[in-house]
């Protein structure tokens, strides 16, 4: 009987899975109901089996740790979103292990989850370019922002079409790698050229500049990181130049968009007074997170806080200063958790430089690639979600914490299937 429901659960968990990428389309409370779903059978489960083994690996217990020490952090605030923020936050943790028992007791999810990300590109593409042409996308919405151009496909009003392709990007081609005996070298190439055509051109339609800047870190990380790869990029890393360039030329609405915008933003422009960082409004976030790390620089003021901070008029900076969050994780760790949580995050992003580094020490000095395809595609997937350089969203929202974990458990997969090496 317990190995009846246990077979039944981990079905349920593998197809839910399969689907939070079609969910997160949605928004965000579908993928996390997903989410939470897949938890509860995951810790079934280990209950049914008296399995509870996995609960006590390291990489979870420094996740559980991090989410106690928040939680206590925010219940200082007396402010009940924060506590609630940071104290469901553990979920995540725990989603990470759920994935890796679902990879490891369904194998066919890999090539599955392949082909249909794949075809949710092309479909993004398609309907993008359907967008860009006819104002509206293929079922009739239409999005005028009169401020800013934007492409948002079935984003709807929702702003994000560029982020879903950049930061599942290096997913789907780690899934191209992993599947890739299934695959002639010629037909690898043409999956990696459709899909890195696909994916520039619908980031750059989308009028994302952050994304398209993670696109291009991520494409500069495997590049520099495995020569296999690096062969298999150089055809539609020239492509993607040449649809710039066309893109440019043909449409001004993406032109200004992403290049004079930002030039204009950056201070760069012959009008400007002087050089800021990112933009005038996106200083004023950073000063206001300054601000909150010298009152509490230690533990910070608690998750999800900078919104009630920056509210308050003794603590008015600029118009439109205050936000819902500062638009960089690190300066959100700084204001809101403090050292303890600048160092918490900083820390794994040394990690994956530090293996990045020793992978191209080793291929300069040694000859020899320490890492696997998959390790580098999957490592690259943390570096452009924790690259400190560049704006980025709220690190507590829901959305956004679904699309950047959905990865990590497929390389805690690799590194327990020894898959990783280094």
């Not at 496909?153 to 081609?173: D, K, M, T, W």
């Amino acid at each position: 009987m317990s190995q009846q429901l246990d077979y039944r659960l981990t079905y349920i968990s593998s197809i839910l899975f399969f689907l939070i990428p079609i969910a997160l389309i949605t928004g965000p409370f579908i993928p996390d109901l997903f989410l939470v779903i897949i938890i509860l059978n995951f810790l079934t489960i280990l209950y049914i089996n008296k399995n509870l083994k996995i609960l006590r690996n390291k990489y979870l217990i420094f996740f559980i740790l991090f989410c106690l020490i928040s939680t206590v952090i925010s219940t200082f605030s007396m402010n009940l979103s924060s506590i609630k923020s940071s104290s469901s936050y553990i979920r995540f943790g725990l989603f990470i292990f759920a994935v890796y028992m679902i990879l490891k007791s369904n194998n066919n999810i890999f090539k599955n989850l392949f082909y249909m990300l794949f075809f949710i590109y092309i479909t993004l593409f398609l309907d993008s370019l359907f967008q860009l042409f006819f104002l509206k996308n293929i079922f009739g919405f239409v999005y005028d922002n009169s401020q800013n151009f934007r492409i948002t496909s079935f984003f709807g009003e929702n702003e994000i079409l560029g982020s879903y392709v950049a930061r599942l990007f290096p997913l789907v081609l780690f899934l191209l790698v992993y599947n890739s005996n299934n695959f002639s070298y010629k037909k690898k190439i043409i999956y990696a050229l459709i899909l890195i055509i696909t994916s520039f051109t619908i980031i750059l339609l989308s009028g994302e500049r952050t994304s398209i800047a993670l696109f291009f870190l991520c494409i500069m990380f495997i590049s520099f990181s495995s020569k296999e790869l690096r062969k298999i990029l150089v055809i539609p890393i020239i492509s993607i130049v040449f649809i710039a360039l066309l893109t440019f030329s043909y449409s001004d609405k993406v032109k200004n968009r992403v290049i004079t915008t930002t030039i204009n933003q950056l201070g760069l422009s012959s009008k400007s007074e002087r050089i800021v960082m990112f933009s005038k409004v996106y200083e004023s976030h950073y000063k206001i997170s300054f601000n909150m790390f010298k009152e509490k620089p230690l533990f910070g003021h608690g998750a999800k806080m900078f919104r009630f901070y920056c509210s308050k008029k003794e603590n008015f900076v600029a118009p439109g200063a205050c936000t819902t969050h500062p638009h960089n994780f690190y300066a959100q760790m700084l204001a809101e958790l403090g050292l303890f949580g600048f160092i918490s995050l900083f820390s794994i992003f040394i990690l994956v430089i530090f293996f990045f580094i020793k992978n191209i020490y080793a291929q300069v000095f040694n000859k020899k690639q320490i890492l696997t395809d998959e390790a580098i595609c999957l490592l690259s997937c943390c570096f452009i979600t924790l690259f400190p350089l560049l704006p980025s969203g709220n690190f507590f929202n829901n959305w956004l914490s679904v699309i950047m974990y959905y990865p990590l458990g497929f390389l805690i997969y690799i590194i327990k299937e020894n898959k990783f090496h280094a």
